[in-house]
Every structure is written in structure tokens, then in C-alpha cells.
């Protein structure tokens, strides 16, 4: 069975650094998908930067990136130049596409950009 | 694109009543669609997973009499919990999937909040 593990349940950055989030998965499948989702204070979950596992090429979103290790199964979520705005809880998630179509998700990290 | 609705946003109800949750893809059809429940400061427990015209798979531990799922059309997807009990008081989010947007993204509804009396 696929699970995901966020090892950071909370984390803080100052406006404008660069922060890293950390996300490790486990699988037996080849390909697949891997997503970061935030949700802020709303709690309507957003779609942050997706990965496609066959793809070598990490994925950037504007000042969102990824650094995709698939042999060490590592997804970590980069937010460079934070913004007050980026505080919220953000969730990795996993999917295959020989599954069931379900989404696993972490357990989430909480972030807070401080002013 | 690839907006999904829900409503109502908010509902309070009294023990031993009902209550029905819609979920609407506004500008996709959504072949698949899904339900969440999230506790406070958890992460998203999926209870099910529906495909327009056919009856909904439930996670194991969710109890489908309770938690009845509708996906009659390629927009619409409702969740009713029946007998509701202050238990059932939570944050329910859907989700959906299809052929005209992102097949492997599912894309959220921004939840509905309920508490039961």
C-alpha cells in the first residue's frame, strides 16, 4: 500500500525567505502523480504545482518548486520570496494511475509566514 | 477552469434529522467524484468514491446507510447523512475528476461545514 509522510507538523519563515517542505512517499508502482496542495484559513484546498513521476524535470509554479527525488522517493515543495498570503496548511499527495484513483495524503505542515 | 461548488457552505441541524450536501462541477464534467471528512488540524479522510450512475464505493469503517452518496449526473454529486448525531459534526469537502480537465488532478469544492445540535 502507497503511504505519504510529512515529517514537519509545523513550520515558520519570515516574509520573503525561502522555505522548504518536506515530503517522503512509498510505493511499488512506475509511474504516478504527486501533488502539493495548500489550504489556508478558508479551508478550500488548492492546487499548488503537480509532478508526473516519468518526468524528470522538476515542476516550478511561479515562485513554487519541487525537488523530485523518485529513487529516494522524496517530493519536497520550495516557496521562494514567501508571502503572508502562503500561510496555510499544506497537504502531498499521491496518486496512480493504476489504482483506484484515489488520492493518499499526508498528514500535513502547517505554515506560518511571519511579518 | 475546473471549478467545483458546494452547498451550502454551512448548515446547522438538529439530532435525528437530515441533511443533504451538494457538489457541482461548474465547467467539467466530472466522471468521478469524491467525499472527504477533515477533523480539526487533520488531514482529509476520504469516505468515498463515486462514478456518475452507479452506486458510490465506501472507504471501510464508513457507513453507507448513514452517509448516502448520489452521482446521477456528469455535475452533480450529493452526500445526505442521514440520522444525523452530534458525531457527524465536521468539515465535508468533494472532489472531482474528469475527461475535459486534468484526468490524474482532482479538483476541491470549498467545503461545507456541519454541526449537529
Known amino acids: 500500500a502507497q503511504t505519504v509522510t510529512q515529517s514537519q507538523p509545523e513550520m515558520s519563515v519570515q516574509e520573503a525567505e525561502t522555505v522548504t517542505l518536506s515530503c517522503t512517499y512509498d510505493?511499488?508502482?512506475?509511474?504516478?502523480?504527486l501533488f502539493w496542495y495548500k489550504q489556508p484559513p478558508s479551508r478550500q484546498m488548492i492546487l499548488v504545482i503537480r509532478?508526473?513521476?516519468?518526468?524528470?524535470q522538476n515542476a516550478t509554479e511561479n515562485r513554487f518548486s519541487v525537488n523530485f527525488q523518485k529513487a529516494a522517493k522524496s517530493f519536497s515543495l520550495k516557496i521562494s520570496d514567501s508571502q503572508l498570503g502562503d500561510t496555510a496548511m499544506y497537504f502531498c499527495?499521491?496518486?496512480?494511475?493504476?489504482?483506484?484513483?484515489?488520492?493518499?495524503f499526508g498528514t500535513g505542515t502547517r505554515l506560518k509566514v511571519l511579518a | 477552469g475546473a471549478v467545483v461548488s458546494q452547498h451550502p457552505s454551512w448548515v446547522i441541524c438538529k439530532s435525528g434529522t437530515s441533511v443533504k450536501i451538494e457538489c457541482r462541477s461548474l465547467?467539467?464534467?466530472?466522471?468521478?467524484m469524491f467525499w472527504y471528512r477533515q477533523f480539526p488540524k487533520q488531514s482529509l479522510m476520504l469516505m468515498a468514491t463515486?462514478?456518475?450512475?452507479?452506486?458510490?464505493?465506501?472507504e471501510q469503517g464508513v457507513e453507507k446507510d448513514k452517509f448516502l452518496i448520489n452521482h446521477a449526473s456528469l455535475t452533480l454529486s450529493t452526500l445526505t447523512v442521514t440520522s444525523a448525531h452530534p458525531e457527524d459534526s465536521s468539515f465535508y469537502i468533494c472532489?472531482?475528476?474528469?475527461?475535459?480537465?486534468?484526468?490524474?488532478?482532482?479538483?476541491f469544492g470549498p467545503g461545507t461545514r456541519l454541526t449537529v445540535l
Open positions: 472532489s472531482a475528476r474528469g475527461p475535459q480537465a486534468s484526468t490524474d488532478t482532482q479538483y
Open positions: 510505493t511499488s508502482e512506475n509511474n504516478y502523480y
Open positions: 509532478q508526473e513521476a516519468y518526468k524528470q
Open positions: 499527495a499521491f496518486f496512480t494511475t493504476s489504482g483506484t484513483y484515489k488520492y493518499i
Open positions: 465547467d467539467f464534467q466530472a466522471t468521478t
Open positions: 463515486s462514478n456518475e450512475g452507479s452506486k458510490a464505493t465506501y
